[in-house]
């Protein structure tokens, strides 16, 4: 299967995070024409006609989000989600490292579409060299121009700023992001109000995610018609798959939505000599598994809700046959658990008793009773959280309990 190239265009073949080399392809050219000759309407009707959804974990519509922005003359602010830190997700990563300009331009004309003079962009602590090369971009396209005040003569100005996380997974939500950003503990915000209508500083403020932002300049140098002619009928256009786990080659590979889940594998290599494929985990560390049954089914939005998990931020992480499901999960709710805020009882108090009752069955000390009770705190501990950080300790503890109950009982004392 041939791997699709457009936001992953020309990585690893020449040196795109130098403004020459991104120039010389193409570069900064969708922005000079926004300036010169879309109004930011124009911008957004890209956005909305090519039926990009966020490449984050939600899949929302871009065009639509934006759209809900009230009317009422005050600031507004477009924020990068370049927080990164979903289990198995490596792509945003891969694009700032790599494309930060695409990301920047990306980044301009979306503020631009919803009418922002001042875009900020939340890059996660860990990503030390992201950061630098991004900053680098940065102070590259402001020497040529294409930020700051008056840009390019056109009467519009826009102020980029550059900011750093501290390492904290709860801070990729958007609302603890935004708390973040402000200087304050980054933990999520109860909604309504929808950071639309008072997000950050109390201003209406759009978060994308990086890799959503980044598809917008291809959007407009090739037509909305050209993206939304890719994938499929509701999940349109490209998507960045981070496959990794027990794959020969693991990696990003970008292809059209609706590509199926066999030949992603194939695309990482398939697995190790010798070995079977026992599940997949196909959105990140929030989503349920899938099986070997289900390999054929198309990677996108709808397909895979209908099948009981999700796309998630498009991570997929592969297990085969060598594959320690009790350690696997234990693995991933001592992640949430850790990574919990704290501020809601089912999340805080669920995933710690999840945490000490997985930790027994690693040990070879599990319950009798431990397995129903397993089944039983993961379910209450869904759909009553403040943020979708508490829904994400069920998902792959239950899929994995109901797929290999062996594995566990083996280890009750
Ligand atoms: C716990 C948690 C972590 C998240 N981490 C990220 C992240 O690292 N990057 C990201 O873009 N979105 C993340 N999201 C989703 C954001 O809240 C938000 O939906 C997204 O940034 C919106 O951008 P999009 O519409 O372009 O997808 C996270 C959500 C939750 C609940
Ligand atoms: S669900 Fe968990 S992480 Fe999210 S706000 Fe509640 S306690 Fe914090």
Redesign the pocket.
């Known amino acids: 299967m041939p791997v699709t190239k457009v936001l992953t265009e020309g990585i690893g073949e020449v040196d795109l995070r130098s403004i020459e080399v991104y120039r010389k392809r193409g570069g900064y050219e969708q922005w000079k024409r926004a300036l010169s000759s879309l109004k930011p309407e124009e911008v957004m009707e890209y956005a909305d006609k090519s039926g990009l959804r966020g490449r984050g974990g939600a899949g929302f519509p871009t065009g639509k989000k934006w759209s809900f922005l009230p009317k009422n003359g005050k600031p507004r602010y477009l924020v990068c989600n370049s927080d990164e830190a979903e289990p198995g997700t490596f792509k945003d990563r891969m694009l700032i490292e790599n494309v930060p300009h695409l990301v920047l331009e990306g980044m301009l004309l979306g503020a631009y579409g919803i009418g922002s003079h001042h875009a900020f962009i939340y890059i996660r602590g860990e990503f030390k060299d992201g950061y630098q090369v991004f900053a680098r971009a940065l102070d590259e396209a402001r020497a040529a121009g294409f930020v700051g005040k008056n840009i390019l003569s056109s009467g519009y100005d826009l102020e980029v700023t550059v900011h750093r996380g501290a390492g904290a997974y709860?801070c990729g939500?958007e609302t603890?992001l935004l708390n973040s950003l402000e200087g304050k503990r980054g933990?999520?915000r109860l909604k309504p109000p929808f950071p639309a209508v008072e997000g950050l500083y109390g201003m209406p403020t759009v978060v994308n995610n990086v890799e959503t932002l980044a598809y917008l300049v291809p959007v407009l140098a090739r037509g909305w018609e050209w993206f939304a002619g890719a994938g499929t009928e509701r999940s349109k256009g490209f998507k960045i798959v981070s496959v990794s786990g027990h794959v020969q080659r693991p990696g990003n590979y970008e292809v059209p939505l609706g590509t199926p889940v066999r030949e992603l594998l194939d695309l990482a290599g398939g697995l190790r000599p010798g070995r079977t494929l026992k599940a997949i985990q196909p959105g990140g560390g929030s989503s349920a598994c899938i099986f070997e049954e289900q390999l054929d089914l198309p990677y996108d939005y709808e397909s895979l809700a209908k099948a009981g998990t999700m796309l998630g931020s498009g991570a997929v992480v592969v297990f085969d046959d060598t594959t320690d499901f009790v350690k696997a999960a234990y693995n991933l709710v001592r992640f949430?658990s850790h990574?919990?805020?704290?501020?809601?009882?089912?999340?805080?108090e669920g995933?710690h008793w999840l945490e000490r009752v997985l930790e027994r069955f690693v040990d070879g000390r599990g319950l009798r009773g431990d397995l129903d009770m397993m089944h039983r705190v993961s379910a209450t501990i869904t759909g009553i959280?403040?943020?979708?950080?508490?829904?994400s300790i069920e998902p792959f503890l239950k899929s994995v309990l109901n797929r290999f109950p062996e594995q566990f009982e083996a280890r009750i004392a």
């Open positions: 709860i939500e603890a933990e999520p949430f990574e919990s805020c704290g501020q809601c009882t089912p999340c805080r995933g959280n403040l943020c979708p950080l508490g829904d």
